[in-house]
């Protein structure tokens, strides 16, 4: 792509890359470091494409975009993202971004870009939006860090962000590791994060074993067996398929959004993202209330499950990437459609606010999987302060095999 120019036909990670980045006020925080944002968070100046050839809703700018600027870090470019954030490949009317571990491979999103951005050190964090796992699937995918703060964390607004849905968007960064993810947190609550000791806590291990390949399963189980190594007790938790509740819901927002495109005869969306634009388009109010009664019930699950639990340990995604035009995965169930296999693992925590620490996990032919930490809401400093405890772990030469003391299903 040209400097200084928005090209639809380039494919890969840079949506529009301008001649100058926006350079950071000096001597802020975070001075030195550098950063994307995904294309749909307004930038003053800067086109909005969100991945698609239709006609968007404006959009103003970015209240998060503006802060980080104040506090010293430069914005590079814009990131290709899944078109209008409503999938779970990269895909978008102008190509994809290539996984950086196997260019054969799809980088997962929506935010695509974002999680290649910073897995090829082109910035040192990313700015994404995470609906329904749309940070945590590309960090997994991409070896990379995704963090998705709790709903409605002022730190993270999503104001000036062209809105999925409303009632599951959230923004958040994508970095190389949790210490950038603990600087940005850090800059923009003035308050330090610290390393968290596991030492005593009680952990929950969501465990879908059908729901996994072997190095999914294998990543989940080692993140459990060094929580027990760090001074953890470790105990089952199940968890329910809830895409029934989430599909409506998000589907029907996001036609709403959308409204004035759809009422074109030819809205300039890919065919995929356009059926399910008018799926959520024909939803009746009976449905989409009858899915937010259910997003209801699985909430009040979720807080009982996690009661008297610290932290929740689960799989990020059910294999690793999928060859770009795969549209299934072969998990220990059988062969899976895509969508659901990926989503029924994420939705549960962005359909109700919890925040989430995404870590990836290399597999032996090269390419990534992860898990997700789950803390409770509002809760989000000491998930990330417990988050590095446990990278630091994972990376430290001495984290020698144990077995894990406590039965997982």
């Not at 209330?289 to 909430?299: F, L, M």
């Amino acid at each position: 792509m040209k400097p200084g120019r928005s090209s639809p036909e380039q494919t890969g990670i840079w949506a529009y890359l301008p001649a100058r980045p926006l350079a950071g006020r000096a001597g802020g925080p975070l001075s030195g470091l550098t950063f994307s944002a995904k294309d749909l968070f307004g930038v003053d100046g800067w086109p909005l494409q969100a991945g698609t050839l239709a006609p968007l809703p404006p959009v103003e700018e970015s209240p998060l975009v503006t802060r980080l600027l104040e506090l010293g870090a430069t914005l590079v470019g814009k990131t290709h993202l899944h078109e209008i954030a409503l999938g779970i490949t990269g895909a978008n009317r102008f190509g994809g971004t290539p996984n950086p571990l196997d260019p054969a491979r799809v980088t997962g999103g929506s935010s695509s870009g974002a999680a290649a951005s910073v897995a090829l050190g082109l910035c040192d964090f990313a700015l994404g939006t995470d609906t329904g796992g749309s940070i945590r699937v590309p960090a997994a995918w991409c070896g990379v860090v995704g963090f998705k703060p709790s709903k409605g964390d002022p730190l993270w607004p999503t104001g000036g962000v062209l809105p999925l849905s409303q009632t599951c968007d959230h923004a958040g960064p994508l970095a190389r590791d949790v210490e950038a993810v603990m600087r940005v947190q850090e800059a923009l609550s003035g308050q330090q994060v610290a390393v968290q000791s596991w030492r005593g806590l009680r952990v929950g291990v969501w465990n879908p074993a059908g729901w996994l390949d072997e190095h999914a399963q294998a990543a989940l189980l080692e993140a459990a067996r060094q929580a027990e190594a760090l001074g953890a007790t470790v105990s089952a938790v199940t968890l329910p398929d809830m895409l029934d509740a989430y599909s409506d819901i998000v589907q029907s927002e996001a036609a709403a959004v959308h409204a004035s495109a759809l009422a074109l005869d030819e809205p300039g969306f890919s065919a995929g993202t356009l059926a399910l634009l008018r799926r959520g388009a024909g939803l009746t109010p009976e449905v989409v209330t009858a899915a937010r009664e259910r997003r209801e019930r699985y909430g009040a699950l979720l807080a009982e499950r996690m009661n008297g639990l610290d932290l929740l340990l689960a799989p990020a995604v059910p294999t690793s990437a999928p060859i770009t035009g795969q549209d299934t995965v072969n998990v220990a169930e059988g062969s899976v459609p895509l969508r659901v296999a990926v989503l029924r693992l994420t939705v549960p925590f962005s359909m109700l606010g919890w925040p989430v620490l995404a870590l990836p996990s290399r597999t032996p032919d090269g390419l990534s999987v992860g898990v997700q930490l789950v803390g409770h809401p509002g809760d989000d400093a000491r998930l990330l302060g417990l988050g590095r405890a446990l990278e630091t772990r994972r990376d430290s030469a001495d984290s020698a095999a144990q077995p894990i003391q406590t039965p997982l299903p």
